[in-house]
């Protein structure tokens, strides 16, 4: 393809488990292209059906996919000693170009300029755009940080979604039982390869935890059971916000934090059925950021001059 050079090496912007990714250029647009590993239980058609589905979703928390690519090559091959012609099938996205990479990176090379607001926003984007996908309805099963991109503004953008209507939902187990993070797998497809909603609703919690803990000096402590550790992440947080002078919402935030950890606690409850909706988990989210705005501006005060600045 012209737009990645061909796919050159120095394009190469990192690689996933269906395919690799490279930095292209589309009309003086930079996107990135990903590479598919082929896999033929699609056919041309159905790859092509489930492409243009994915690209009429539209939303500011998910990578917009802008194009596709499905072609085939005839190529020169070697079989038991002979030359042969033989067929090369190459499929790619074109996606939308997210700058500030992705999540995972971000969390274990600059924690230290993470803030509450910054936090609460990233967890608040990734639920809704989750909450997207499920109201289309699609299953990620693959949802961690590196799969959650950030763009110039901080607004994270979900990654890598639909790869299991385009692989097949067997190829999707095939492939992410070897290969997949563990951590955010849920137990019922650890022991059962059970695929739902569910799955990545657990997902999710274990991200909100990462979020929530990655600023904390012993992050890894063991936690005897829920109550603990929600008790634990809040405390922490109390004590950090106190510690900044002239905090003027530390109530409404201290309220955040101890809700965003009790939605991931319960996301991670071993039976899916106890899990919450993303409708649910939004729900809450919008909420909070309303009473945060009310604590700022109590009732009585004018909010004119400070919306217009």
Known sequence: ????????????????????????????????????????????????????????????????????????????????????????????????????????????????????????????????????????????????????????????????????RLVGTKNTVKTLTPLGTIGYMPPEFIKRQIISKEFDIFSLGVIIIKILTVVMEDQSIYFTDDRECIEHVHSYWKKKLQGMPGYESLEADCKQVRTCIEIAVVCMDEDPRRRPTMKYIVHKLNKLELKEFKAVFPRGTSQRGHLQK
């Not at 928390?61 to 000693?81: D, H, M, S």
């Open 1 to 164: 393809m012209e737009i990645t050079n061909n796919f050159a090496p120095e394009q190469k912007l990192g690689s996933g488990t269906f395919g690799v990714v490279y930095k292209g250029v589309l009309k003086d647009r930079m996107i990135a292209v990903k590479k598919l590993r082929f896999i033929p239980d699609i056919d041309d058609k159905q790859f092509k059906n489930e492409c243009e589905l994915l690209r009429r979703l539209k939303h500011q928390n998910i990578v917009q996919l802008v194009g596709f690519c499905n072609e085939t090559e005839k190529v020169a091959a070697k079989y038991e000693g002979r030359i042969v012609v033989a067929e090369e099938i190459h499929r790619a996205l074109c996606l939308e170009f997210v700058p500030n990479g992705n999540l995972g990176k971000f969390l274990s090379e600059q924690r230290h300029i993470l803030n509450w607001n910054l936090c609460f926003k990233i967890i608040k984007g990734i639920s809704e755009g989750l909450k997207y996908l499920h109201d289309v309805p699609i299953n990620h099963l693959d949802l961690k940080p590196d799969n959650i991109l950030l763009d110039d503004k901080m607004i994270p953008k979900i990654a890598d979604f639909g790869i299991s």
